[in-house]
């Protein structure tokens, strides 16, 4: 049986204050002492997942190796531990409940009244404990906030787990807010009380505190806090704003918020070596230069609908020691307005994922811009499709190029495949699935084309990265796809599935149908961003 310990984080007062970055990392630096660590997050929403969520609402949609739609979080927890996130490291209510109803309808529960307690909680209990073998640590993020009607079922759950496992093999984390107030010139720790009491109320008394802050706390505001919660003062630690968030390792360290941990478990806590974090800080905080990419979306109003790829860009930055400016633009604005007035003096032009028609024209007129002015384009899934449009319309001899997503038509250069194969398995998905079923998701392999850009840029004949969309490029069109410029440089083992294209009449011109920024990470950035950043920091020489 594994001797796996479980440390519990919380949050309360308000949403958005860490959960994520702190659990990543603690990870983080408990790998530093040696540790083996695993990430996992509990989400209360009733959606099965996040995959048809809107990005304006939720953020981005991760997805793992192995073909689930998570929440943005394990994107931080890849990026800060290095280890993959899988299927098993995300639930939310939905799913627990679905699990729960069909068990039932099957006579699981041999007739009996199935409720909350013990059925629920059982359920999330055998979901935190499954899958683990040696890791030493299993970091368990509850979503939302402490109060929510919905994140009661969690809460209880891990409550019984602290009484099964022990104090030797639990540990429950909680972030809450210090604000400081300007008129009064201090910082008020009563909202960190309140939650701590709310806390208390569901029968958990957190072992440590997490307090976010834009300022240093004053050791008698600790001594305070710590008093009115019922926790040691060397416990109670500023989650600070920071300038990079990957400085946030250091800064607790500096804390001590990893020999605290240990100390709690009773376990030696050597110094760490922090060395790699201390380079990718001062990458970020100290550039040689600077270049700017514009990024042509459609979820711009809400940046964590594209935080990973924010990331990766960052990555290809740190990559080539420049600071990447980014300029987020709505891509109807190219429908109404000039595109020469919003992309002249970029270096780099990205066109991300996405779904639907809305905005599409405008990406793909960023797209002919980038191809006319040979500025170094980056096509992302949906980007790539609509590059390969903006080709075919105006190279190809298809004026009416288009994608069967946008309706029915004689010349849909993009469309839904319905068979293909995966290893020696047939993989099927038909139009009138549900929404998730007809995605091709997770890690699927490529075969790169020798003598190609990107079989440079990746150093290798194979490669295997991940996918998140519906419809393909149709091969059908290939001799107008070629005719127009382009080289398809990665295809499916099988053939049948480009993955990669790019134009030879240019220096940076690539689109890829997968994802490439999940990833990405800050001490070993993915190959295409470092390349598309360093093209763009060529370009910078040239304006």
Known sequence: ??????????????????????????????????????????????????????????????????????????????????????????????????????????????????????????????????????????????????????????????????????????????????????????????????????????????????????????????????????????????????????????????????????????????????AKWEEVVRRVMEPEGEVTIAIAGKYTSLLDSYKSLNEALLHGGIANKVRVNLKWIDSEVFEREDVAQYLEGVNGILVPGGFGERGTEGKIKAAQFARENKIPYFGICFGMQLAVIEAARHLGGIPDATSSEFGSSDHAVIGLMTEWLKGDQLERRGKNGDLGGTMRLGGYPCKLQVGTKVHGIYDADEITERHRHRYEVNLTYRDAFEKAGLVFAGLSPDGVLPEIVERVDHPWFIGVQFHPELKSKPFDPHPLFRSFIEAAKKQSLLV
């Open 1 to 274: 049986m594994t001797t796996t310990r479980f440390i519990f984080v919380t949050g309360g007062v308000v949403s958005s204050l860490g959960k994520g970055l702190a659990a990543a990392a603690l990870g983080s630096l408990l790998q530093a002492h040696g540790y083996k660590v695993r990430l996992r997050k509990l989400d209360p929403y009733l959606n099965v997942d996040p995959g048809t969520m809107s990005p304006t609402q939720h953020g981005e949609v991760f997805v793992t190796d192995d073909g689930a739609e998570t929440d943005l979080d394990l994107g931080h927890y890849e990026r800060f531990t290095g280890v993959h996130a899988r299927q098993s490291d995300n639930v939310t209510t939905g799913r627990i409940y679905s699990n729960v109803i069909a068990k039932e309808r099957r006579g699981a529960y041999l007739g009996a009244t199935v409720q909350v307690i013990p059925h629920i909680t059982d359920a999330i209990k055998e979901f935190v404990l499954a899958d683990l073998t040696d890791e030493d640590f299993c970091l368990c993020e509850i979503g939302g906030t402490v109060g929510d009607i919905e994140g009661l079922p969690f809460l209880e759950a891990i409550r019984q787990l602290g009484n099964e496992l022990g104090k030797e093999r639990s540990m429950f984390l909680h972030l809450t807010l210090l604000p400081y107030i300007k008129t009064a010139g201090e910082l008020k720790t009563k909202p960190t009380q309140h939650s701590v009491k709310e806390l208390l109320s569901v029968g958990i008394q957190p072992d440590m505190l997490l307090c976010r802050t834009d300022r240093p706390i004053p050791e008698n505001e600790c001594r305070k806090i710590g008093l009115f919660c019922n926790i040691p003062q060397n416990r109670v630690l500023a989650a600070q704003d920071v300038d990079t968030i990957y400085r946030v390792p250091i800064n607790y360290h500096e804390q001590g918020f990893d020999r605290e941990v240990l100390r709690y478990f009773h376990l030696e806590a050597k110094e760490p070596n922090l």
